[in-house]
């Protein structure tokens, strides 16, 4: 789980240019796959067969991750750029970048600028060229790039890193794809692309896979950092069933089947109302004929900063809750 999680939240996939990150999930879980396959927007599916072959379990976790794109090159050289989904500008400035041919850069912003008035507008990448031809040999208008910290072990059991929003579930989604005995039902391990511009991706994938449960994986807020509004999820207090957040009212079918494994099998687990915020719970809730629609959320301190926190706690507890859904299905409707 280390080696996916390193490799993952390292990849270069922001909305939009996910396909290298596909390729290599693909090859990781090919041999633990019935069939692999991507659509034509770029989700990779990833199919094992259930043991009754009845009813279709979509699991979801999203490639891609909040980034830039190139906008304008000035004749010094700088790089201006525009936002791909919802940066947090005060949270990317003065952080090394990483462009998707390789090119590094910092991000940073124009001289003058109080605290208060930082947003994109306001910012570009210095690659070190001394001329917009010297820039132009390395960017061109329309790369996309990201930021690029390291990921570092904090204290005993919890990690900071880039993008774990929502590398985090795609490894925690091949996690359990490698790990889990037969299915119960039909499983397609979904890893979608375009979630952070509006959901793009997951809805034709639902919409073409037709599933009856769908699971969304994907980070949440906790209410644990100095200053975040009152939110009972908090670090190191295990799976978050997620119950609603701004985009969708989760299936009942689905919270009570998370909770009766999570208590079956003494998996810590914690509720999830979050405020402000959607993922890809939702449009697979609402694509084609609707499926009962729910997700299993990682706790996460600063979400959408290239410093988000987790507790590998929280992860083995979801890792413990997803494989449970996926070899003893969602039985609450029965
Ligand atoms: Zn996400």
Do not use: W
């Not at 132009?136 to 990921?151: I, N, S, T």
């Not at 919270?255 to 915020?277: F, N, S």
């Amino acid at each position: 789980m280390k080696d996916l999680m390193e490799k993952y939240t390292r990849a270069f996939s922001v909305s939009g240019r996910e396909a290298s990150l596909a390729a290599q999930i693909a090859e990781d879980l090919r041999p633990f796959a019935d069939s692999v396959s991507t659509d034509a927007m770029g989700n990779l599916i990833v199919l094992k067969k259930g043991k009754d072959g009845g009813k279709k379990l979509m699991l979801a976790a999203h490639m891609d991750e909040i980034g830039f794109i190139a906008t304008f090159i000035e004749d010094s050289g700088y790089i201006r750029v525009s936002n791909i989904g919802g940066i947090n500008a005060v949270a990317s400035a003065y952080h090394k970048v990483v462009f998707e041919n390789g090119t590094t850069g910092v991000l940073v912003v124009e001289s003058g600028t109080a605290f208060g008035d930082v947003a994109v507008k306001k910012m570009y990448v210095d690659i070190g060229a001394r001329s917009k031809k010297e820039a132009e040999r390395k960017v061109k208008v329309g790369d996309c790039l990201a930021v690029a910290p390291e990921l570092t072990k904090l204290g005993a059991s919890r990690y900071a890193a880039k993008a774990f929003d929502d590398r985090l579930a795609c490894a925690l989604l091949a996690e359990v794809a490698r790990t889990c005995a037969e299915p119960a039902c039909d499983t397609y391990f979904v890893f979608t692309v375009q979630e952070e511009v509006g959901c793009r991706g997951s809805k034709p994938a639902a919409y073409a896979i037709a599933p009856d449960y769908a699971i969304a994986v994907d980070v949440t807020n906790t209410g644990d950092m100095i200053g975040a509004p009152p939110m009972t999820v908090k670090l190191g207090g295990g799976a978050a069933i997620k119950i609603k957040d701004a985009s969708v009212l989760c299936s009942k079918v689905i919270v009570d089947g998370l909770t009766a494994l999570a208590e079956a099998d003494k998996i810590p687990y914690q509720y999830e109302i979050l405020v402000a915020g959607g993922t890809d719970t939702s449009s697979m809730q609402t694509a084609g004929a609707g499926a009962h629609a729910g997700a299993v959320s990682i706790p996460t301190r600063y979400v959408h900063s290239p410093v988000e926190v987790v507790d590998a706690k929280d992860l083995d507890a979801c890792v413990k809750l997803l494989r449970a859904a996926v070899e003893r299905g969602i039985n609450a409707e029965k």
